[in-house]
């Protein structure tokens, strides 16, 4: 067995380290999405979910029975129920004291809970993460790093005449931001009264809000990993926003793309060099670990933005941990876990870099995020089966075999599901029905859904059958404990 002592100088090190782990670790959330094939890299990892989308199939997700619980407002409210279950306690105890344990999201509390289990959480303390997450702040980091944003105004609004007053400056095209909530909900595009109308108990109740000037912008997202050696950071990806044939929101995530020509070279060099400098700013926070940065680049003069952060595994996670770059050395997430192992470690981030940055290491995925997007609510009675399905040429889906992640994917004509609502679940606007992963690309050069990847929406969504609520249903919250809140 390897001695804690014995010093990491290089990825082979990292691989065999963790292949021969003996530590008990755990990713604790909602789904195992976020780090789907985690288990194949770590020895003694498994996932605590509450979702089973695997139906039972999964040799390393352990799901609780349902017990009694308060309403679900957030996923922390989900770790919390998780971390108190009486079966979650015995399956921590029977594999022993001295755990780690991965989140999504956590809070003071789950930190609390967490202890109670002898579990070590590995992410900076939820404070640090919390206050990170508050986009005036992350704006605020931005600047000090020298990571440009989006002209704008850090503000308490007050009426509309004041939001006209504060963003003069900012043109009558504009973007309003509150500090917390995923971009879909709590993103508000104003250029008159009639607008702020819409949404001005949104803003007018928040202590600070990001107001920006509106631009014409393709998204993309980044993430990295800051270190004890430097901040480690994977190529940059397309992201899908505000689709409707996905999401029922403007501006909501819904997807990433992944492959060597998507953005200029000129691009990927400046987001690499702003997610370092983000990373070491964020170092002098008191963070460290896997991060997430959303850049807007402006169509009009190719300038590139800082959008967000996310400091944490985000929905774009399963993408960056198994193209090309990360199998050929290791997923980004093991640097992020190894920070938190007892082991000497010193590695040259920039030779994993530049390796990182080559085109040729880079292959081309893209996943999509199906939400119901219809205004009505139901009882499903079919949901499609998650695993490995496929199309034939006139463009029908069919289930092909259980897999448990996107590696045994061979052609643009097969695909991964990864389904989230199950039979006898509510669909409801917005709700999560699951996330299709697929070789290739899903959108066009000029930002469409390809012809392709519409047939695969559209052949996923009729594998998902519902019933009429009963009146009593409907007289009952017809919405399920997942509604509302970002679960991956």
Known sequence: MIKKSVPIRNVSDI???????????????????????????????????????????????????????????????????????????????KRGPGGKALFLMFNEKTEKLAKLNKLEVCFPPAATREFLDNKANTTRVAERAGVPSVPNTLAKVESYQHLKKISRHLGDDLVVQTAFGDSGHTTFFISNEDDWMKYQDEIVNEPEVKVMKRIRCRGSAIEACVTRNGTIVAPLMTELVGFPELTPYKGGWCGNEIFPDAFTKSIRVKARQYAKKFGEELKKEG?????????????????????????????????????????????????????????????????????????????????????????????????????IWTMNAEGVVAFSRLDTHRRAVETENEAFFLRITKCGDYRYEGADLGILVMRGRSMTDDFQLTKRARQWINGIRSKFEGKPLTSIESSAQPVNDLGGFKIM
């Open 15 to 93: 691989r065999r380290f963790f292949y021969r782990n003996e530590t008990p670790i755990y990713f604790i959330s909602a789904t195992n999405f976020n780090l789907l094939g985690a288990d194949e890299w770590v020895k003694g990892f498994k996932f605590i979910s509450y979702i089973d989308c695997f139906d039972g199939q999964h040799p390393n997700v352990f799901v609780p029975d349902e017990m009694p619980h308060d309403e679900f407002q957030s996923i922390e409210d989900i770790n919390n129920y998780m971390l108190e279950h009486k079966q979650v306690v015995e399956f921590l105890e």
């Open 287 to 387: 963070y460290r670990g896997y991060f997430e940065l959303d850049f807007l680049i402006d169509e009009d003069s190719g300038t590139l933005y800082l959008g967000e952060l996310n400091p944490r595994i985000t929905g774009a996670s399963s993408i960056t941990n198994h193209a090309v770059f990360a199998l050929a050395d290791c997923p980004l997430f093991l640097f992020h876990l190894l920070e938190w192992m007892d082991v000497d470690h010193k590695l040259s981030v920039n030779q994993i870099n530049n390796r990182w940055f080559r085109a040729e290491n880079i292959d081309s995925w893209s996943q999509v995020v199906i939400k119901h997007t219809e205004d009505s609510i139901d009882i499903l009675t079919k949901a499609p089966e998650s695993g």
